[in-house]
T-cell receptor, first 111, second 113 residues
Framework: DTEVTQTPKHLVMGMTNKKSLKCEQHMGHRAMYWYKQKAKKPPELMFV???????INESVPSRFSPECPNSSLLNLHLHALQPEDSALYLC??????????FGNGTRLTVT | DAKTTQPTSMDCAEGRAANLPCNHS???????VYWYRQIHSQGPQYIIHGLKNNETNEMASLIITEDRKSSTLILPHATLRDTAVYYCIVRPSLSGSARQLTFGSGTQLTVLP
């Protein structure tokens, strides 16, 4: 079980589709993260939100658009993705000195 | 963030202690050592962290050398469910919430029956 919930668990989308990944936590954490993980590789940081404001963007292409509508929710909007964007997308949250808590991810396949 | 070096893979017999080493020779005084693991098809799971003293919790023990340039994660009685990729990460102790966690390549631990 994880306290960070990600939906959907799996997503298949075409290169012309628009879709969104969702992440939710109710631990009162004010920092939320998106990571991307390719097969057999470690997770790579994409975005960090702190108090609902984007604080870090690791030079991610604009076809990935993050959104933090409130302190419990984090979205990742996807548009015009490429097959090489297929990966496991992980959400995490933290507050203060607590460790990052990760969700189990959304496995995305772009066809 | 300081870089970490871990062996690519290790095997351990079920019921024996698993000792996973990590080198972090460039660690700074304000950086903690964190350990996470990732079981196949799941998100990374926090295990333990420490600054300079040895730490123990219900999952594992963390031994940090006196010069803080290396550490060892110990799983005292490994089970098949401990098979996972184990990541050693150094992370600064900064104020505020938005502290990054940068993953290295990790160690694939396989627990053998």
């Amino acid at each position: 079980d994880t306290e960070v919930t990600q939906t959907p668990k799996h997503l298949v989308m075409g290169m012309t589709n628009k879709k969104s990944l969702k992440c939710e936590q109710h631990m009162g954490h004010r920092a939320m993260y998106w990571y991307k993980q390719k097969a057999k590789k470690p997770p790579e940081l994409m975005f960090v939100y702190s108090y609902e404001k984007l604080s870090i963007n690791e030079s991610v292409p604009s076809r990935f658009s993050p959104e933090c509508p409130n302190s419990s929710l984090l979205n990742l909007h996807l548009h015009a993705l490429q097959p090489e964007d297929s990966a496991l997308y992980l959400c995490a949250s933290t507050q203060g000195s607590s460790p990052l808590h990760f969700g189990n991810g959304t496995r995305l396949t772009v066809t | 963030d300081a870089k970490t070096t871990q062996p690519t893979s290790m095997d351990c017999a079920e019921g024996r202690a698993a000792n996973l080493p990590c080198n972090h020779s460039t660690i700074s005084g304000n950086e903690y050592v964190y350990w996470y693991r990732q079981i196949h098809s799941q998100g990374p799971q926090y295990i333990i962290h420490g600054l300079k003293n040895n730490e123990t919790n219900e999952m594992a023990s963390l031994i940090i050398t006196e010069d803080r340039k290396s550490s060892t994660l110990i799983l005292p009685h490994a089970t098949l469910r401990d098979t996972a990729v184990y990541y050693c990460i150094v992370r600064p102790s900064l104020s505020g919430s938005a502290r990054q966690l940068t993953f290295g390549s990790g160690t694939q631990l396989t627990v053998l029956p």
